[in-house]
């Protein structure tokens, strides 16, 4: 008999598990095939179809075989610092921006490149703290509340560097905010820059929501620390395109070397993203008449559902961190502790087990969002309809739409009914 190899799994990795987000989306699916109805409230991808005239762009390119250049097509990268222009006023070279496999991939690279401590609040998106510890680098959580939102402030960031100012650190940026759906304005913007700019912290601006601020306007924080932030984006949330997997970083010039060393060791380990799908993403970035119409239905989608899950959420009693833009809500069900108790639920991945158990509905707990694991909080992806129709019908004409609740009802209804299951629930249990 032949004996195995004996394998030794760095530390870093051991017990290392599935990313929430994926395994709750598998999951979801084998409780969907064993014939259970199943509310997808759990990943958050979305609902929304890829624009037709991106697709169009992929099939005309499907014959595209060749290996690009690591740091991406030119023509792309050249397409993401105009969009970055057009969009926002920033003034990004297209020798700067660099290609990746999904954004996730990129900020990941950027760890394994950046010898820093990183910087997330808590609760922050799941990936961030895995890729940390993976590389074992350093992490500090940056305690937040709900008057600010849970999101950073300049007051705790300033409190964190002040313990030890010559540390090289990352802070992570992400708004709207994964699983908060919450902003920041320009002064909250300004006040943080200022912090960044002292110490001096490598900020990545996620702002692979940003499309998807309900107002229509998002303001980059590279606008206030243009020398010492990369904007990160990509096609999976505003485009509708996350299998796609196609994200992009764009550099300031006083960054142009991290920006080497990273594609370096990208073409090192995946080479280059698909060729098709970068010839396709060109004329994503390129945006045009359409794309704005696709956009301004999706905010018009989100924002009315996202109110809707948000005002349902605080009659039932949870406190609820008031969405701007994105398709998350963020939800402590503390205030009803003692009747959880009751019913021998004590933590946040009870919760969620038990109301999947007994509902159907499916979330994922705000301790893989980097919450205490006591807390009684969960993240809901308000996602689970048909995207396509939805944009087809909702009401309005020359980019102003509105989806009001008749509509939410005909064409989100699983989600809405999702919703009030997940509150009757709650409220039954007292």
């Known amino acids: 008999m032949t004996t195995p190899p004996h394998v030794h799994v760095n530390a870093n990795v051991r017990g290392l598990q599935a ?9 979801s699916r084998a409780l969907q095939a064993a014939g259970r109805n199943i509310t997808r409230l759990g990943l958050g991808q979305s609902p929304f179809p890829v624009p037709e005239a991106v697709v169009e762009a992929l099939r ?16 792309l990268r050249q397409a993401v610092a105009d969009y970055l222009q ?11 921006v660099l290609i990746g496999p999904g954004s996730k991939e990129l900020l990941f690279l950027t760890q394994l490149v950046y010898d820093g401590e990183l910087i997330i609040p808590a609760p922050s998106w799941v990936s961030y703290a895995p890729q940390a510890r993976i590389l074992g680098r350093r992490l500090t959580w940056l305690q937040t509340d709900p008057g600010s939102g849970r999101g950073v402030t300049a007051q705790r960031l300033e409190a964190i560097c002040r313990e030890d100012p010559e540390r090289a650190r990352l802070l992570i940026l992400n708004y709207p905010g994964n699983p908060t759906g919450t902003s920041y304005d320009a002064g909250q913007l300004e006040e943080i820059a200022d912090v960044a700019r002292r110490y001096p912290i490598l900020l990545v601006a996620d702002e692979i929501y940003g499309e998807l601020t309900f107002s229509g306007v998002h303001r980059s924080i590279a606008h206030h620390y243009p020398e010492g932030t990369i904007v990160s984006g990509g096609l999976s949330k505003w485009c509708g395109a996350g299998g796609w997997r196609l ?46 119409d696709y956009l301004a239905r999706s905010r018009a989608v989100l924002k009315g559902l996202l109110e809707f899950g948000w005002q349902a959420l605080r009659s039932a ?10 398709f998350y809500l963020f939800a402590d069900f503390a205030p009803h502790r003692d009747a959880l108790q ?12 038990r109301l999947l158990e007994d509902t159907g509905v499916a979330s994922l707990p705000g301790s893989d969002f980097g919450m205490p694991a006591s807390d009684l909080s969960l993240r809901l992806a308000l996602v689970d309809f048909d995207g396509a129709l939805a944009l087809a019908n909702v ?27 997940l509150c009757r629930w709650v409220g039954g249990l007292g």
């Open 342 to 353: 009751r019913a021998g639920i004590d933590n946040a991945r009870s919760l969620c087990e």
């Open 86 to 96: 057009r969009r926002q006023g920033l003034d990004f070279n297209a020798e700067h």
């Open 19 to 27: 990313s929430a987000t994926i395994a709750i989306n598998e999951r």
């Open 60 to 75: 005309a390119h499907a014959h595209e075989k060749d290996y690009l250049p690591a740091r991406g097509l030119p023509a």
């Open 395 to 421: 009401p309005g004409a020359g980019g102003s739409y509105v989806a009001d609740e008749a509509f939410l009802e005909r064409y989100c209804q699983p989600t809405v009914e999702g919703i009030r299951v």
């Open 317 to 326: 009693g949870a406190d609820v961190c008031q969405p701007r833009g994105g």
């Open 247 to 292: 994200g992009a970083f764009a550099f300031p010039a006083t960054l142009a070397g991290l920006a080497d060393t990273m594609a370096a060791v990208a073409s090192e380990t995946f080479t280059s993203v698909s060729a098709p799908i970068q010839y396709a993403a060109v004329r994503a970035f390129q945006g045009g008449a359409d794309i704005d």
